[in-house]
């Protein structure tokens, strides 16, 4: 497993926060990618406060 940092809402109306989560180790048919940088869209905000994740996290 591969440990990573990410910014999560995990219910309606939450506000980002840091979570610390664990991906799946890179298997044969996957190309790693090491991401430098990335930002939060408005499309993200909207989909934390007005529709939600349905029980799933939204990261």
């Not at 991906?23 to 993200?44: A, K, L, Q, T």
């Given at each position: ?12 109306n ?6 610390s989560?664990?991906?799946g ?35």
């Amino acid at each position: 497993m591969i440990k990573a940092k990410g910014y999560a809402a995990q219910r309606i109306n939450d506000r980002l926060a840091l979570w610390s989560f664990e991906r799946g180790d890179v298997g044969s048919h996957d190309v790693p990618v090491e991401i430098m940088h990335s930002v939060v869209c408005h499309s993200d905000l909207h989909t934390i406060k007005i529709i939600g994740v349905k029980g799933y996290l939204l990261l």
